[in-house]
């Protein structure tokens, strides 16, 4: 099966940098996702590793190792708009399946 | 323009009602699904079509009903509906991996 862990709830200030973690179970994926979704909204694609490595996309880095099963959303410069649930999805091998973590509610505060 | 819509936004039902939710998406994805959102936010996939085709129908009740008259739309009907279906249901659509576009969502309650 996945399984994809996320921890449930960060807080930080406005300015800051916050990491959130994904540890996942899977016996095979093409790549790992990130998600934002605000309270009431839907979900929008932040990034998408399909290598180890670091990718950037402006304020936000998303990082993945694959032997370490690990991988990470990096927010820089917080802000208050930030303020969301964040999560990291998967898509397997086995035809076109996504699985995603149970998401992470970030608190940005002034 | 709207990528990917969805209609209706909400959704007030009785129980043992049958109901539809429709999705469009104008972005030439071959590839559109549909998932559901419990109270504690988790998203959990229940079908894919690729082209109009099912590719995924993952163990949800047989009284969830896709059907994909063309590779735009991708339609969701529930017969007779119970309680633990009020949820918000989202439709997403896909062309590359690990990019899907979600529709705006639909909230379903079932009274």
């Known amino acids: 099966g996945q399984s994809l862990e996320q921890p449930s709830e960060v807080t930080a200030v406005e300015g800051a940098i916050v990491q959130i973690n994904c540890t996942y179970q899977?016996?095979?994926?093409?790549?790992l996702s990130w998600y934002q979704q605000h309270d009431g909204g839907a979900p929008t694609f932040l990034s998408y590793?399909?290598?180890?490595g670091l990718e950037e996309t402006g304020r936000f880095s998303s990082f993945l190792s694959r032997s370490d099963s690990y991988g990470y959303l990096l927010l820089q410069e917080l802000q208050m708009k930030d303020s969301a649930s964040y999560f990291c999805a998967v898509r397997a091998y086995n035809f076109n399946k996504f699985y995603f973590g149970s998401g992470t509610k970030l608190n940005v505060k002034p | 323009d709207t990528a990917v819509s969805q209609t209706p936004k909400y959704l007030v039902t009785q129980m043992g009602n049958d109901k539809s939710i429709k999705c469009e998406q104008n972005?030439?994805?071959?590839?559109m699904y549909w998932y559901k959102q419990d109270s504690k936010k988790f998203l959990k996939i229940m079908f894919s079509y690729n082209n109009k085709e099912l590719i995924i129908n993952e163990t949800v009740p047989n009284r969830f009903s896709p059907k994909s008259p063309d590779k735009a739309h991708l339609n969701l009907h529930i017969n007779s509906l119970e309680l633990g279906d009020s949820a918000v249901y989202f439709c997403?659509?896909?062309?590359?991996?690990?990019?899907?576009?979600f529709g705006p969502g639909t909230r379903l309650t079932v009274l």
């Open positions: 899977t016996s095979g994926f093409y790549g």
């Open positions: 590793n399909a290598l180890d």
């Open positions: 972005l030439g994805h071959d590839t």
């Open positions: 997403a659509s896909s062309l590359r991996q690990g990019e899907q576009f």
